[in-house]
């Protein structure tokens, strides 16, 4: 064999021992299944052995395959090791920089803060840098490295970036207290919400990203606003109805500025960390990452 093999390959080919299958083992390395084929598919010609019985039922190891995969989870843990260890040599390296975070407007109006004060404690040393987007733009800045760890809203985790479920959220609907919704009893439908104008957040940020997904079309816009507070200030107007963030209107019902309307489907939603490099991550983003994953019990306990 004049060639190594791909490590990264590697890791896809233990992954597929440990879950079962091609597909199941694409999905935890986080890999398209095309392109985790065409991988698997190059590492048995680098090899020169089958790895893999293909079926219509799917793929799954061979003989030969299941040995080669005990030698390669030796080389997948070392070379693991050595991204670590790397990682931490630049981490202390560059110590002295703050940590960047980019984060949607719905996490950081109403859960970074939180996050942030609890990290100061633990770490008093640290300095933070915060950007506030969408969603969509969070995932360019961590795509474009401008951000060490990214905070979204949307639906789905990013192709090519490490994600992790750090809380959960409820998206619910809300109308002034003169809206005729306002007395309802019976849940509006689904079909009822997509074909009401709303006033709702622009396209790629998080929350109207969830509300297209959640109605099966695009919402119908009767106004369309760059943040959370300018939709909700618009419904307490009384220009229409609007989607938000429990987090976002939680106050504003307390107060019976607006009215919470029981929609036909619960409308939950998962928050996310996006991060780049390491499938690990090391230093400050790991340590806020643990802090939000701690505190997020609280954020769903009213759900």
């Keep these: 064999m004049s060639t190594w093999p791909d490590v990264v390959a590697l890791e896809l080919l233990v992954a597929v ?12 390395v986080g890999m398209a299944q095309p392109n985790a084929s065409r991988s698997m598919a190059r590492l048995e010609r680098t090899l020169g052995v089958t790895l893999l019985h293909r079926s219509t039922r799917g793929s799954t190891l061979t003989p030969d395959g299941l040995v080669v995969t005990e030698w390669a989870r030796a080389v997948v843990d070392a070379a693991q090791r050595l991204a670590d260890g790397v990682s ?13 975070v980019s984060a949607s407007q719905t996490v950081a109006e109403h859960l970074l803060p939180r996050w942030l004060a609890d990290l100061r404690r633990e770490h008093p ?6 950007t506030v987007h969408n969603s969509h733009d969070v995932v360019q800045d961590v795509r474009a490295g401008t951000a060490n760890v990214g905070f979204i809203e949307s639906p789905g985790s990013p192709a090519g970036l490490h994600h992790a479920v750090v809380a959960r959220d409820e998206l619910v609907l809300v109308v002034p207290p003169q809206h005729p919704w306002a007395g309802r009893r019976d849940p509006v439908t689904t079909a009822e919400l997509a ?22 079309r695009p919402a119908m816009s009767l106004l369309e606003l760059p943040s959370n507070a300018a939709v909700r200030v618009s419904v307490q107007s009384g220009a229409a109805p609007a989607v938000l963030s429990r987090l976002a209107v939680d106050e504003a019902v307390a107060a019976g500025t607006l009215v919470k309307v029981r929609t036909q489907r619960h409308l939950a939603r998962e928050l996310r960390a996006l991060w780049g490099g390491p499938r690990r991550t090391q230093g ?15 954020t769903a306990a009213a759900l």
């Design 284 to 298: 400050l983003a790991a340590d806020l990452i643990a802090v939000a994953q701690r505190s997020a019990p609280a």
């Design 17 to 28: 021992a440990d879950h079962g299958s091609l597909a199941a083992g694409a999905r935890a």
């Design 88 to 100: 931490l040599l630049a981490h202390d390296a560059s110590r002295s920089a703050p940590l960047r």
């Design 125 to 130: 040393e640290s300095r933070v840098q915060v």
């Design 195 to 216: 074909t009401t104008a709303l006033v709702t957040r622009e396209e790629g940020s998080g929350t109207r990203t969830a509300l297209d997904l959640a109605l099966g």
